[in-house]
């Protein structure tokens, strides 16, 4: 089936532009996940959606930072104001949720360039 | 929060050897272990997994062993080939009612030589 997808793939902004970033799950999957992963550099965790459950937004480095979800499918992470610093290829992950059901499935990433 | 120690950053061997990769971790309620391999420009890809009640899982010329007591686990390769080569990624679940949510290690570059 399906895998998780994400867009768009690259995108350039200026700095202080607003930008969205979308993924679509894997039909059926619970959970949620973005990470940033800089270049040459692990993944951060960023935020976690998790059925109806208030999301764990421990992850986010700033309050330019914000994360929705439509119910249990697709997620949109936005940037506001964003910085040089926000560069990065963000990645979304979806798994089933609950317990026993851990394995995340990655979409490509959105490469982000802030000029 | 969790913290996530993996070691060596880089790792070079020729084909044929193995390759041995280790993760330490500091919550005593993370039960679950995955590793993860990343090819250059591509996604991360689930390859083996361990959950804490087991001490060893086995995939072809993959394995993973948990030391929980220890607070470690370890990714070990056998008959390394080109196609190995790629970047490696440990990782722990939060435990308790975060589970699923995973902090990972800084990666290992692992280069096999022809």
């Known amino acids: 089936g399906a895998g998780v997808s994400q867009s768009p793939s690259n995108k350039v902004t200026e700095k202080g532009k607003d930008v969205e970033l979308r993924c679509d799950p894997i039909?059926?999957?619970?959970?949620l996940y973005w990470y940033r992963q800089r270049l040459g550099q692990g993944l951060e965790f960023l935020i976690y959606f998790q059925g109806n459950s208030a999301p764990d937004k421990s992850g986010l480095p700033s309050d330019r930072f914000s994360a929705e979800r439509t119910g249990e499918s697709v997620s949109t992470l936005t940037i506001q104001r964003t910085q040089q610093e926000d560069s990065a290829v963000y990645l979304c992950a979806s798994s089933l949720g609950g317990s026993g059901s851990y394995e995340q499935y990655f979409g490509p990433g959105t490469r982000l360039t802030v000029t | 929060g969790e913290n996530v120690e993996q070691h060596p950053s880089t790792l070079s061997v020729q084909e044929g050897d193995s390759a041995v990769i280790k993760c330490t971790y500091s919550d005593s309620a993370s039960n679950y272990f995955p590793w993860y391999k990343q090819e250059l420009g591509k996604r991360p890809q689930l390859i083996i997994d361990i959950r804490s009640n087991v001490g060893e899982k086995k995939d072809q010329r993959i394995a993973v062993t948990l030391n929980k007591t220890a607070k470690h686990f370890s990714l070990h390769i056998t008959e390394t080939q080109p196609e190995d080569s790629a970047v490696y990624f440990c990782?722990?679940?939060?435990?308790?009612?975060?589970?699923?949510?995973?902090?990972f290690g800084q990666g290992t570059i692992l280069t096999v030589h022809p």
């Open positions: 039909s059926g999957h619970t959970a």
């Open positions: 990782a722990v679940d939060a435990g308790g009612t975060s589970y699923g949510k995973l902090t």
